[in-house]
Each structure stands twice: as C-alpha cells, then as structure tokens.
C-alpha cells in the first residue's frame, strides 16, 4: 500500500511540474504590450498598432544614424522639416530618436494665436519611404497659452527611428 501511494505521490509531482513548466512557457510567447505616452505637462497613453519592423522598407535605414552611445537618431528630411498646424497650435522642430529599444518624439508646441489654446488630441503616425504606417500614438496637447511654446513628448517601447515621414492629426 506504501508503495502505490509513493507512485502516486511522484506521478502528482511530475505532472505538477509539467503544468508549471508549460504555463511559463506561454508566459514568454505573449507579445509585448507597446504603449506610448505623449505629454506636454500631462500625459497619456494609447496602443501601439503596428509592430516595429512589419513596415520597414528595405532602404528605411538610411534614416537612423548611429552614435557613439549606441542609440540612433533620425535624419530624415521628411522629418525634421514636417510641420503641422492644429488649432492654431504650430507643431514644429520634430525629432525622432532611439535608446535601448524605446523611440522617442519631441517637438515644439507654439501658440501663435492671441488666445489659450489646447485640450488637443492627436493622432500621430510614422510612415515608412513607402507610405505605409509603421507606428501610430495618441497624443495630447494640453493649455498652451498665447505666444508660448511647450514641448510634445512622446515615446514608444520599440525601435522605430528608422521612419522616413510623419503625420499629425486631430483625433
């Protein structure tokens, strides 16, 4: 009797361990979770949609350049000239770079009216040299008053400083 209580001891072990073992594994399939924040004194997060490098043109690398430290940045044309009015709020002076695999945006808000404006949402997205989106973000823009100028923030948990263009929308 000792003996089959033994067996069955060690058979509920081993497949204990078994479970525990499969269970882990699946834990390393998930997928990361990319968020991106954008902030201008606040902040705000929304889902990545597309993975880094689905939409990667083969000659997108000519974008990044690397530097000493490691971390790329962005040298697109395409880029650092974009700029964009959203109610009355210019959008300018963008940049994009990359460290340890976390991509990051800034640009200068300027309040050009003669009026507060802000409690903007926006839609941020970076293309590849095709035209197809590599990354879209949500944004905020929070009170800007008149003739002041804030910075935009955003970032995002994966390399996308290869972009060529991009585009910024009200939401």
Known sequence: MDNKRLILCVCVILVMV????????KEEQRPVNNNSSISNNTSNNAGNKNNANNNVAPDDSKYAK???DGSKTNVSDKIKNAKFTIDGLEIKNIKLSEATSRTELTADVVNNTSETKGDVSLKITLLNSKGDSILEMGGYIGTVEAGKTVQLNSAATLDYSEAYDIKIEKN
């Open 18 to 25: 078994v479970v525990l073992v499969a269970c882990g594994k």
């Open 66 to 68: 690397s530097n000493e």
